[in-house]
């Protein structure tokens, strides 16, 4: 049988979670990071759209790693490029929310997915007279990169936060979490990153370069804490949360999709199989699953997944509201 905290996190969790931040190397700029946050959810939290308050998300991307050592030369990482996440900015910023974009150093940014690699040497070129200009081949995805990010964050509606590793995403995602509280019902989180399952405590991690000359290594990877029934029971307790669940074998994916929303009390679950994952989602909830799909080859899934999850959002305000 679980012991419950009156939260409703078993108490083997709760141990788990607070060894983990104890632990943890201490959070680079955790006092800049406060700072943004708070400036950021103050200004938005005053300012209100054609149905109430604005709304703010939180729009998690890209994956953590785990060092494998404390000055850290090797790292164990994963497939995820930060393209659903980036996404998912832009199309929950066109229906009106505010976006906190904690993403991996790195990967795909909003706004900028039609540009090439390598930008900044492939878009520009040097013209006779030694000035700049744009490559005439990329000058409408430049120009809709630059205005398009230019009117997010000069407007103060997208907040961007890089991560590393598995202990910087966690502490600032609790940091987010709680800064996110006053918003209430207003809040969203949309976990797209693709979180470590199993990382190397700070405290049993090699300090120095691990030796070949040793031979083979052998490692023992804890589990990380389940953070989500954390973040959705003591973080952010009235947010709307939604979570991903990724699968290479569709066999299992809808079944583990299903646990997921039951075990971690998310209000959805949005589940995806790796190899058709930009095709067709299924958004799983309490009223059951739905398929999807982009609407043609140039399209992107994550539009009518995010009119959905609005629409599903707002009646979830309403019914807290009343
Ligand atoms: C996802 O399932 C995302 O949709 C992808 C997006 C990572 C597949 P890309 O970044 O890919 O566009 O290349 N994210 C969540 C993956 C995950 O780790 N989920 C955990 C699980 O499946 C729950 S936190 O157990």
């Not at 904690?102 to 090439?116: A, I, K, V």
């Amino acid at each position: 049988m679980d012991v419950v905290n009156m939260d409703g996190v078993d108490v083997n969790t709760s141990v788990q979670v607070k060894s983990f931040f104890d632990s943890a190397p201490a959070l680079k700029d955790a006092t800049g990071i406060s700072n943004k946050l708070t400036q950021f959810i103050d200004k938005n939290s005053s300012l209100s759209g054609s149905e109430g308050p604005r709304r703010v998300v939180c729009v998690t991307s890209g994956g953590t790693t785990v060092p494998l050592e404390q000055r850290c030369v090797r790292y164990i990482d994963n497939f995820s490029s930060g393209h659903r996440g980036a996404t998912s900015t832009e199309y929950f910023l066109k229906a009106g929310y505010s976006v906190i974009f904690l993403y991996r150093r790195g990967t795909c940014q909003p706004y900028c997915r039609s540009l090439p690699d390598d930008p900044l040497l492939e878009c520009f070129e040097l013209t006779n007279d030694s000035s700049i200009q744009v490559h005439e081949p990329y000058s409408e995805a430049v120009k809709i990169a630059i205005s398009g990010h230019h009117e997010a964050v000069s407007g103060g509606f997208l907040l961007k936060l890089p991560f590393t590793t598995i202990f910087e995403y966690l502490q600032i995602l609790r940091l987010i979490a709680t800064s996110m509280k006053n918003l209430g019902p207003n809040a969203m989180f949309y976990s797209a990153a693709a979180v470590s399952d199993f990382y190397v405590p700070w405290e049993s991690m090699a300090i120095h370069k691990i030796q070949s000359a040793s031979g083979p290594l052998d490692l023992r990877l804890a589990q990380v804490p389940k953070m989500l029934l954390v973040l959705r029971k003591e973080w952010a307790p009235t947010a709307f949360c939604v979570s991903f669940k990724l699968e290479t074998d569709k066999e299992i994916l809808l079944e583990k999709a299903g646990n997921a929303l039951k075990r971690y009390k998310m209000h959805a679950v949005v589940a995806n199989e790796l190899m058709t994952r930009k095709e067709v989602v299924i958004l799983v909830t309490d009223s059951g699953q739905v398929s999807v799909h982009r609407e043609n080859d140039n399209s992107d899934v994550e539009s009518p997944l995010i009119k959905q999850l609005v629409e599903k959002h707002s009646s979830y305000i309403k019914e807290i509201n009343t």
